[in-house]
């Protein structure tokens, strides 16, 4: 039989606000072990939290940004647990009244909508060391956003790319960084199979915890097959919560729907509900960057680049910003994307560079600006770049060390051109009689003496001329 | 004396502030042991802070409640004193942060004499909840002092501090206070800092002076009140009317509802009593009814429960107090600390309100209990439109017996009737004495007004208690 695969994702993103979510704590990550916490953080007896404006602020934002509602009352519900990573035994979430709803994103031009965002507060960490656990409360009350979609993906592909595009919109909005090696950002994907055309969604499964676009991939895979096998053996599959062993690929059940928890949740009297104005919505909606969406559109409108070269500059922000940067400063638009795919990013791939571009996008423009005029050569511009790249030079300084400019000594030029001519009698009497073709062995053999010290375009002129006189 | 009365004598040297301490610390090592109000007393920081005072008192430069010696309910946190909720579970646990009312009274260089004992967690109306040991009635040992701030109240009634500070979450101040005989004010919620005051239910949590008078209620109630941006439900707006110079013309309604048969003969002649004398004074009294009252106890047990159940869920033995030494892994940690280091009550209340909230029954019993609250708060407010403030008693009788003391939980839950519903409603009420029943036990009085009307509330209280003749427990070592 043939299966229709139905995903749907919960997006976890931490915010990179200055501050956790309910205490004034650094909200920064890698610190020494529970360096970053307080008596709220920790829930020392008689502790409060007090809600941090900015992650409501950045959650409103990955609203607008991913196309929700926002919604004018969100309020704060306990969700009860007890684990040792939770220091309140219950995590402040949000169920009842989130603060972003609906919402969406195409991949591929396919609509995947979004139920949700809510705004809630990370667990801490617990570090396994042989036959000890320790605790690290340092990640306990950094905010975290999750993004609940509707069931709308059909392929592990398409999941993939859901959380691919939406961790590209949050990072260019500035709320989260993305990293998913850190586990900054990490996702549970709901996964069940019908049979094709049915319109009756199959018992789903839910697995946990995936930090990384392959485990994804090669999670959701492994649990299609998983459930086509239960059903090809006319098993039934088990609602169940299960974990991704990446090691061997394959999913586990952790907890069955009967042994699923019943969180209790109710109101958070600690925290009144807040009030969010349309004013302020639209405020932050105003203060929002260009989304990549946007981006990809004027690129390939306005700019007249490839599908292809759009993507590849937009898929990292820092490039996105510079190519634009460099557009400002005059660059022609395709000269700076070819300048930028090809020896720009050569640099950044080489040099693993993650930070900030090390070659100022001035000195930049003015390079391809001068390869464009003919004013040095193609090399010569590969090379300019480079050196700006690995030396932190500067434009004028690079040209001038490297000797790159074409120099324009026309006198030069004609005195190489008259040599060569002298050399080469044979193919001079070839063009005499009409064999034009013989005009590029004299332009490489001219190239060759001058070693790119003039531009072919005046060897060319300067040739045909003196063929013609000659 | 009161503390107005002890400011005066501090300021103009009468006496010194270590010696007005050194007399509440022998008052307290000859009475704690009979009345058990204290479950910590550290002399030498007593002293330490009593110096400090002086200086300042020395300078000129005194505050209201400079080297006066206030009791702390064991639920404050406080840096160099433990605080354990009365618990078990928390022995010896001292915290790494005062609460922001203890740093408001420490800026006044108060003397925080003791930590005092209470119902574990705050769960109780009798004090015998205590996980330690039970605090005895002043005006007779063999009988409860209220609680869960009996300790509190217990300490004023014998002297052995000259204010204290409780809390009340359904009565939990002003039930002891009228127990033993003395003032106590649940301030408006909102109104004092939660921050650092351990947490029973959260949504009625309220801390507030227990002293001599209402006056003195005032003094500390002026020390403690802040805004506090710590606290998201601490109230930035806060004024509210102003003491009163005169009852004439006031109008003071009785509850109807809590003068019924229920309530015992003798305290019902008291506050009626008290009512008359108001109208003697030319305020203007007429009974009230209120009929959605009698859902205040059933409403208020799920909604505190179910709060209660979150809130302590965080002593899982983990992190700080006591942990069982017999665990084997974290599940036992969590069950055997939770089951050895908590009391019946606590376990009662955790389980009911865990049972409230579970979903199947959310709808049944937290939903409508928190619209039932609803339901009370818009009655209140409608008599508060038509009333200056309302008069009943704190309690249906005077404190009962350890020997008769009620079996079944729910009869005991009943008793909190009158209590509970003012602070459904987010509203101050206080208790001040109106008589003592035939066998020496006093009554009390509830004022309730409308929200951040304490001030107000307490000069009515103080018109009446410049006339009443209180008559002072006498312990004997």
Not at chain 1, 7 to 17: D, P, R, S
Not at chain 2, 66 to 94: F, H, N, R, V
Request: aromatic residues 8%.
């Amino acid at each position: 039989m043939k299966y229709t695969t139905v995903i749907g994702l919960e997006i976890h993103a931490e915010l990179k606000t200055k501050s956790k979510i309910f205490c004034s704590c650094e909200n920064s990550f890698g610190d020494e072990r529970n360096t970053r916490c307080c008596p709220v953080c920790t829930a020392l007896p008689g502790s409060l939290p007090s809600l941090n404006r900015e992650a409501v602020e950045m959650t409103i934002a990955a609203g607008l940004a991913l196309g929700c509602e926002i919604a004018p009352i969100a309020k704060w519900d306990r969700k009860n647990y007890f684990y040792p990573d939770l220091p309140k035994a219950y995590q402040i979430s949000e169920l009842y009244a989130p603060i972003c709803i609906g919402g969406g994103l195409s991949i591929n031009g396919r609509a995947i909508r979004l139920n949700h965002i809510h705004l809630e507060e990370d667990a801490g960490k617990l570090v396994h060391q042989g036959v000890k656990t320790f605790l690290d409360y340092n990640r306990a009350g950094v905010p975290l956003i999750e993004i609940v979609t509707e069931p709308d993906m059909r392929s592990p592909e398409e999941a993939a790319a859901f959380v691919e595009k939406v961790r590209r919109t949050l990072v260019y909005i500035g709320v989260c960084d993305g990293r998913m090696e850190q586990g900054s950002l990490r996702c549970d994907a709901n996964i069940s199979i019908m049979p094709e055309g049915s319109e009756v969604l199959g018992t789903r499964t839910e697995i946990k915890n995936l930090n990384s676009f392959r485990f994804i991939k090669s999670a959701i895979e492994y649990e299609v097959k998983r459930q086509m096998e239960v059903l090809g053996d006319g098993e039934k599959v088990i609602q169940e919560t299960r974990r991704y062993d990446a090691q061997c690929g394959e999913t586990f059940s952790m907890r069955s729907k009967e042994n699923a928890h019943d969180y209790r949740y109710f109101p958070d009297p600690d925290i009144p509900p807040v009030l969010i104005s349309r004013e302020d919505a639209a405020r932050i909606g105003e203060r929002l960057p260009e989304l990549p969406e946007a981006r990809l559109e004027r690129y390939t409108k306005e700019f007249g680049l490839s599908e292809v070269d759009a993507e590849t500059i937009l898929a990292e922000q820092r490039i996105s910003d510079y190519y634009d940067t460099a557009i400002k400063l005059g660059a022609e638009p395709r000269v700076a994307a070819n300048s930028i795919k090809g020896e720009l990013m050569r640099c950044l791939n080489t040099a693993q560079s993650k930070g900030e571009i090390p070659v100022a996008a001035e000195d930049f423009v003015k390079v391809i600006n001068l390869a464009a005029q003919g004013k040095i050569s193609q090399n010569g511009l590969k090379k300019a770049i480079a050196v700006m790249f690995e030396e932190g030079k500067d434009a004028e300084t690079v040209i001038k060390e490297q000797n790159l400019m074409i120099s324009e000594d026309l006198e030069l030029v004609a005195s190489v051109i008259e040599e060569v001519l002298k050399q080469n009698p044979a193919p001079l009497a070839q063009y005499k009689s009409g064999d034009t073709k013989v005009l590029g062995f004299f332009m490489g053999q001219c190239s060759k003496v001058l070693k790119g010290k003039a531009h072919p375009k005046t060897i060319q002129d300067l040739l045909k001329k003196a063929l013609d006189n000659a | 004396m009161t503390i107005k009365e002890l400011r005066c004598a501090l300021d103009s040297r009468e006496i010194s502030a270590a010696e007005l301490t050194k007399g509440y610390l022998a008052g307290i090592a000859e009475l704690n042991p009979q009345i058990g109000a204290y479950l910590h007393v550290n002399e030498e920081l007593a002293l330490s802070m009593a110096e400090k005072a002086q200086k300042r008192i020395d300078a000129g430069e005194s505050a209201p409640l400079t080297g006066i010696p206030i009791g702390i309910k064991d639920l404050l946190c406080t840096t160099d004193m433990p605080t354990t909720c009365a618990s078990k579970l928390l022995e010896g646990y001292i915290p790494p942060y005062d609460a922001t009312i203890i740093s408001n009274l420490r800026t006044q260089d108060t003397v925080l004499i003791g930590k005092i004992n209470m119902d574990e967690f705050a769960m109780g109306s009798s004090n015998m909840n205590s996980g330690y040991f039970p605090v005895k009635n002043p005006y007779d040992l063999n009988r409860v002092p209220g609680g869960s701030s009996g300790g509190s109240a217990a300490a004023v009634a014998a002297n052995l501090c000259a204010g204290a500070l409780g809390s009340d979450t359904g009565g939990s101040i002003r039930q002891p206070a009228s127990f033993c005989g003395v003032t106590g004010l649940r301030p408006t919620y909102g109104l004092v800092s939660r921050f650092g005051c351990v947490a029973f239910a959260s949504s009625l949590d309220q801390v507030g002076p227990l002293a001599q008078s209402a006056e003195d209620c005032g003094i500390i109630l002026d020390a403690i009140a802040s805004y506090d941006p710590k606290e998201m439900t601490s109230a930035r707006e806060r004024s509210g009317r102003p003491a009163t110079d005169s009852l004439k013309g006031l109008k003071l309604g009785l509850i109807e509802e809590l003068m019924g048969s229920d309530v015992e003969a003798q305290t019902k002649s008291a506050v009626e009593a008290a009512a008359r004398w108001y109208e003697a004074q030319g305020a203007i009294v007429e009974r009230i009814s209120l009929p959605m009252l009698k859902y205040g106890v059933p409403a208020y047990y799920l909604i505190s429960a179910a709060e209660a159940s979150a809130n302590l869920s965080r002593f899982d033995g983990v992190r700080y107090g006591q942990r069982s030494k017999s665990y084997t892994d974290y599940q036992s940690i969590v069950e055997k600390t939770r089951g050895e280091g908590f009391g019946w009550e606590v376990k009662r209340r955790i389980l009911l309100g865990a049972y409230a909230l579970c979903s199947g029954y959310y709808d049944a019993y937290y939903k409508k209990a928190v619209q039932l609250a609803h339901v009370v708060r818009e009655e209140y407010r409608k008599a508060l439109e038509q009333f200056d403030a309302l008069l009943s008693p704190v309690s249906p009788d005077v404190a009962f017996r350890f020997d008769n003391a009620p079996t079944d939980p729910a009869q005991g839950y009943i008793a909190d009737i009158c209590t509970v519903s003012a602070p459904l409603a987010g509203l101050p009420a206080l208790s001040t004495p109106c008589g003592y029943n035939s066998e020496g036990m006093p009554i009390g009085l509830m004022i309730t007004g409308k929200r951040f009307d304490d001030k107000f509330i307490l000069s009515l209280a103080s018109h009446y208690e410049r006339e009443f003749k209180k008559i002072p427990a006498e312990v004997r070592a």
